[in-house]
């Protein structure tokens, strides 16, 4: 098939970062129905995570592989993005690996547990769900997930909920897979990250991928300005916003939406990104919508 602008391999092969990732946390038994319907809409960055506590990685296969099957995709146009997540954060219950074995164990039986999850032979990126309690630990599983990038079962490598700056400094200089990407909870509380998200900027070739994105700014969208501001193009305040952080050029946000017609909003607002539209024609203008979220930079 011809690969368009609109496809992960396309995207990530030039080095892009003006796209939406469709979440797919707490959906439960409905997962396989809301990726189906996402991947229609047009969603082509999937995330999900070997943690059965939230999320139904088999659902996300079932829903992929369907609407693969259905638009005629092949499996690198679409980006799959997996997570191991240590025992702290799993039910115990419902863990999917032996908790009680070496840590490099739990991580590559996590990940086998992912790839036949998702029906697939690679993850585009394995992200580490969070920091361990010592960078010793953290680093073990790093390497573990290094030698899987060796063996072409995972691209790339990321980290998520790392609120720490020398945390992630410390990861990154250790690191010989250095983190492509950097997933955080995008609020005012954390001060929307702004140490980390100067040092990935300055680094080159991070995607920061924020979530939480519109929930945590619910009352800056409700603003009249960014409101006017948002009808000036015909976006919605919350489409405006993912414009606006698709136009910094290095983030890429979570859109976990149920809404087939907010599923066709974002995607509207993506391509129209990716087709060359310009929402904010200066850094004034991106620094005015950055003051009435209250993020201190960009």
């Known amino acids: 098939m011809t690969v368009t602008a609109h496809s992960a391999s396309y995207i990530t092969a030039h080095g892009k970062s003006n796209f939406l990732v469709y979440g797919t946390a707490w959906k439960k038994e409905l997962t396989a129905k809301y990726v189906n319907q996402a991947i229609h809409t047009g969603f082509r960055f999937i995330d999900t995570a070997c943690q059965?506590?939230?999320?139904?990685?088999?659902?996300?296969g079932e829903g992929w592989t369907t609407a693969a099957k259905e638009l005629g995709l092949e499996r690198s146009d679409l980006y799959i993005q997996s997570k191991y997540t240590s025992y702290g954060g799993q039910d115990p219950m419902d863990v999917p690996y032996d908790h009680t074995a070496p840590l490099e164990e739990q991580v590559k039986t996590s990940l086998e547990v992912s790839l036949r999850n998702l029906q697939t032979t690679y993850l585009d990126t394995l992200v580490l769900h969070s920091p361990l309690e010592t960078i010793e630990d953290t680093m073990l599983v790093w390497r573990t997930m290094e030698t899987f990038v060796d063996q072409g079962k995972?691209?790339?490598?990321?980290?998520?909920?790392?609120?720490?700056?020398?945390?992630?400094?410390?990861?990154?200089?250790?690191?010989?897979v250095k983190p492509a990407v950097l997933q955080n909870r995008f609020t005012a509380d954390l001060n929307f990250d702004t140490e980390l998200r100067a040092f990935v900027k300055s680094k080159g070739g991070i995607w920061y991928q924020s979530f939480w994105t519109l929930t945590a700014s619910r009352h800056a969208l409700a603003n009249s300005q960014v409101q006017e501001l948002a009808a000036l193009h015909h976006l919605t305040p919350q489409t405006y916003m993912f414009a606006f952080l698709l136009s910094l050029g290095y983030v890429t946000p979570l859109s976990g939406t149920t809404s087939i017609h907010h599923m066709a909003d974002d995607v509207a607002v993506m391509e129209r990104i990716q087709g060359g539209e310009v929402f904010f024609e200066t850094e004034t203008d991106l620094r005015r919508m950055a003051q009435l979220l209250g993020m201190p930079d960009l």
């Open 52 to 60: 059965p506590k939230h999320y139904n990685e088999t659902g996300v």
């Open 154 to 176: 995972a691209l790339r490598l990321g980290i998520s909920n790392c609120y720490d700056v020398n945390m992630f400094k410390a990861i990154y200089e250790m690191a010989r």
